[in-house]
């Protein structure tokens, strides 16, 4: 029997950014006064349950105090490229949504019994330094197939090595950047969409003008349309689905705009934040709010 204290899905935990090329956008991130970990190489099983092998692609994070941001990208075309080509088809930018939970086997299971394809439990790990020497951090999924979430790779993830992950030398930020505190994301058939996260969050999801907010116990996750994206951030939507936003709480918003400008980055005021383009940030528009 599922417990239902185990199965909930219920924190923004990251957001990965697909990139063209790893170093320089890390250099881009790094402009917008971001504090950034050295490149680390995945390795993961490639079918559930199965043995874990290095991988092609890489990712340098952000780390924050809630959640955190991932770039990712290939840096060896030889080895398994966990489908980096085929998002940037598409287009450069947010494509990996990452939410939290407990207990992956719980989580799995209630989401069978609401609907979706069981796709197992995936292992992945990563090598990092720290400052004891080189760590393995490790980490469970929960996927779910394109087809059943083709907003992106939808996931729900266990950190099993969180100390490994948040070391505090990579934690304080130029920026004042603190929390990753929600993800926006624009869809066709928004009424249908809500429904379909509602039976994956399993909870109920609040209409704020028109776009729909799932409040986390950590962070919101709003699905919204591409009419609204362009009315309320002056954002077109190449197609949709598309993963548009990220939206970053800093400490002082003087500290973010000091940087920004010191650095030459492009970015607008907007109502209770500060709007950074895509074009400054591999495809992603970075909103800073306080």
């Not at 090329?21 to 950034?36: A, E, I, N, P, V």
């Not at 994956?200 to 994206?229: A, M």
């Amino acid at each position: 029997m599922t417990n239902f204290k185990q199965d909930k899905i219920d924190v923004l935990d990251h957001v990965a950014v697909i990139v063209q090329d790893l170093s320089m956008s890390k250099g881009s991130f790094k402009r917008l006064g971001f504090c950034l970990t050295p490149v680390s190489q995945h390795s993961g099983a490639l079918t559930a349950g199965g043995e874990v092998v290095q991988w092609g692609c890489a990712n340098t994070c952000v780390m924050l105090e809630q959640g955190y941001l991932e770039l990712m990208g290939i840096i060896d075309e030889n080895l398994y490229d966990n489908k980096i080509p085929e998002f940037l088809s598409r287009y450069e930018g947010i494509h990996i949504m990452a939410f939290g939970c407990q207990n992956p086997n719980s989580v799995s299971n209630r989401l069978s019994s609401s609907g979706f394809k069981s796709n197992g439990i995936y292992s992945l790990s990563r090598a990092l330094d720290t400052p004891k020497g080189q760590r393995t951090a490790k980490f469970e999924l929960v996927r779910l197939p394109p087809g059943d979430m083709p907003e992106g790779r939808v996931l729900a993830i266990k950190h099993l090595t969180k100390d490994y992950l948040w070391q505090d030398r990579y934690m304080e930020h130029p920026n004042g950047a603190l929390a990753l505190e929600e993800l926006v994301v624009s869809v066709e058939d928004l009424p249908t969409v809500a429904k379909r996260y509602t039976r994956y969050f399993g909870i109920k999801p609040v209409n704020k003008g028109g776009s729909w907010q799932f409040k986390l116990r950590e962070g919101t996750f709003v699905l919204t349309t591409s009419r609204l994206l362009f009315e309320n951030y002056e954002i077109n939507a190449p197609s949709n689905p598309f993963a548009a936003i990220i939206k970053i709480k800093s400490r002082n918003l003087f500290k973010t705009r000091k940087i920004l400008n010191q650095n030459s980055v492009k970015f607008k005021e907007i109502k209770n934040g500060i709007q950074v383009p895509g074009s400054e940030a591999s495809g992603a528009t970075v909103i800073f709010t306080e």
